[in-house]
């Protein structure tokens, strides 16, 4: 029998990953994935985009509503998968458990550590399981970097240096839509780099227990001399903006469940970068403490001309160098030299060889995470991300953005889980 899955939040992520995955689109989906999984519902706080996204799947029988439990009612699916925005992650997963459902929730968890924790007493209550999108950690380079730190390649990690370089396109993204109102998404350090908190926290396997950290936004601030408009569809400078969002990308699904929907509910996907509207930081930067006394230090920078993200795990024995560029792993043993490492020298059943990724969505990793999810070969169980696991990326973002407000004060584990995190001071002018 097919397990039968809802998607809560038919955006970007609904549509374009979960979604044409489980209904076996070309490139997105695997062969095995149609036969193991049933697609019976979409719900959508805007009920004109959850429209577009049955029009863009072809599948006018499907169940549309505007809340999960509306659409359980109908569809009595086995599954839901959320992909709303971070900030209703904690109330649309705990309505989906309480209706009975799995869930996969995309990643962060939540956006603060009070909200997992709300999360984490609804499964206790409900006895529904919940997996977290954390697809990240089925990069094959990622899957090889925890299984070396665990057998123990480089002693005990004592160290670790980290940083994700956003490009220009990619870091202002988040300064188009809802991800720079940091009551939606607790800033970047939790929307963005819960994938990288989480890689670190996952593949030295250990708690974060304290961190202070500074950030600042001072890149995407009002720029009236650009005489840029209000949004890039009508910019006069758009088409020689680095940050413009083409509307008509592609063949023109952006258009179709943004732009055309967006008299409901006022949802603009494009707004200009540029803006005094944005309550997150740009760039931050932060340290962190281990409960088995490793030490991490972490940055963000949302304005580069080039994306990069690199972490270097110092131990005992020796260090390993992992990065988004090639060579993608590197490592030395105490008294030998750093060497190129091969990112699969044993195979995962069913999983591709690494060179041979022609599925897309994160080189591949959206797919490894949905045929884990069904439970076809391809992935190593160390890969699922528990939601207890999750929340250590929640609570150093948490952490994080208590420090930033308080001035770069160290700020306790202990110290969050009461309520949502402050945002960030503005930018002095
Ligand atoms: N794993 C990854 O690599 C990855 C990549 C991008 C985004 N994400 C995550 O996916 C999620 C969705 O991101 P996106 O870019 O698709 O966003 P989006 O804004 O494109 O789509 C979100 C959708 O949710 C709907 N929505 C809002 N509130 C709702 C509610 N209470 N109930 C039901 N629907 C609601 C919106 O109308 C919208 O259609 C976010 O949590 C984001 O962090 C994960």
Not at 159 to 175: K, M, N, P, R
Not at 283 to 290: D, M, P, V
């Amino acid at each position: 029998m097919k397990t039968k899955f809802i998607i809560a939040g038919t955006g970007n992520r609904g549509l374009g990953c979960f979604a044409k995955g489980l209904t076996g689109w070309e490139g997105k989906s695997r062969p095995g994935f149609t036969d193991r999984a049933e697609l019976v519902g979409l719900v959508d706080a805007n009920l004109s985009r959850a429209q577009a996204c049955a029009r863009e799947l072809k599948m006018p029988q499907l169940v549309l509503a505007r809340t999960v439990s509306e659409a359980q009612e109908q569809a009595r699916a086995d599954w839901c998968i959320v992909t709303t925005p971070d900030f209703t992650h904690a109330k649309v997963v705990v309505e989906a458990l309480e209706a009975g459902l799995n869930v996969v929730v995309d990643k962060p968890l939540a956006t603060s550590a009070w909200e997992c924790d709300q999360i984490l007493q609804a499964m206790e209550r409900t006895g529904r399981q919940v997996i977290v999108g954390h697809n990240a950690r089925y990069h094959p380079r990622a899957l090889r970097a925890a299984q070396l730190v665990r057998e123990g390649a480089i002693g005990q990690v004592l160290h670790i240096e980290a940083a994700e370089v956003l490009s220009y396109s990619h870091g202002g993204d988040y300064f188009h839509r809802w991800h720079s109102d940091f009551s939606k998404s607790a800033g970047l350090l939790t929307h963005k780099c819960c994938h990288q908190l989480d890689l670190i926290c996952w593949i030295i396997d250990d708690e974060p227990v304290e961190v202070s950290a500074w950030g600042g936004r001072g890149f995407y601030r009002p720029r009236p001399d650009l005489n840029h408009g209000e949004r890039c569809s009508e910019c006069p400078i758009g088409r020689d903006c680095p940050h413009y969002f083409d509307m008509d990308k592609w063949d023109g699904v952006r258009r179709r469940i943004y732009r055309d929907c967006e008299a409901e509910d006022g949802y603009i996907r494009d707004r200009c970068v540029f803006s005094d509207r944005h309550t997150i930081n740009d760039h931050e930067t932060l340290n962190i403490r281990f409960a088995g006394g490793a030490l991490a230090s972490f940055t963000q920078v949302a304005f580069a001309p080039e994306e990069y993200c690199y972490f270097n795990f110092t131990g005992t024995r020796g260090r390993l160098e992992m990065q988004s560029r090639e060579p993608q792993l590197r490592m030395g043993q105490l008294g030998g030299k750093m060497e190129d490492v091969s990112l699969r020298p044993e195979p995962v059943e069913g999983q591709l060889p690494a060179d041979d990724y022609v599925e897309h969505g994160h080189g591949g990793a959206d797919v490894c995470l949905i045929a884990d999810i069904l439970g076809l070969p391809g992935s190593h169980p160390l890969q699922r991300a528990h939601p207890k696991e999750a929340r250590r990326a929640v609570l150093i973002a948490d952490l994080a953005n208590r420090s930033i407000a308080a001035g770069g004060r160290p700020v306790r584990a202990e110290e969050a889980g009461k309520d949502y995190p402050p945002a960030p001071p503005p930018p002095a002018d």
